[in-house]
């Protein structure tokens, strides 16, 4: 499966975004799907997943109450909602695909799309 990660850009500190992750290629809806972010320097972090039917999630604590992850496997779209975000939410945000469903951790993830930027200005 290909992914696509799109929806980055620059917002005000308390603003929000919806990142959106095209899937192409293969069945979208056999895959757990995950967002993941990073800053210079630091390691890949999870932030949410989702898994195969978009029954059961799991978010990282920083995002829990402002961030939801969701996904239409009749688009072919998995998405991201951002609210209330803060400068230190700035970072580039992957989406990934896992064969194995519902999954933190990124080496379960095989598929993983280009990275979209998120700026969060104070």
């Known amino acids: 499966v290909q992914l696509q990660a799109s929806g980055g850009g620059l917002v005000q500190a308390g603003g929000s975004l919806r990142l959106s992750c095209a899937a192409s290629?293969?069945?979208?809806?056999?895959?757990?799907m995950g967002w993941f972010r990073q800053t210079p320097g630091r390691e890949r972090e999870f932030v949410a997943t989702?898994?195969?039917?978009?029954?059961?999630?799991i978010y990282v604590d920083f995002a829990k109450g402002r961030f939801t992850i969701s996904r239409d496997n009749g688009k072919n779209t998995g998405y991201l909602q951002m609210n209330n975000l803060r400068p230190d939410d700035t970072a580039v945000y992957y989406c990934?695909?896992?064969?194995?469903?519902?999954?933190?951790?990124?080496?379960?993830?095989?598929?993983w799309g280009q990275g979209t930027l998120v700026t969060v200005s104070s």
């Open positions: 290629g293969s069945s979208f809806s056999r895959y757990g």
């Open positions: 989702i898994n195969d039917s978009g029954g059961d999630t």
């Open positions: 990934a695909a896992s064969l194995s469903g519902i999954q933190v951790a990124a080496p379960l993830y095989e598929f």
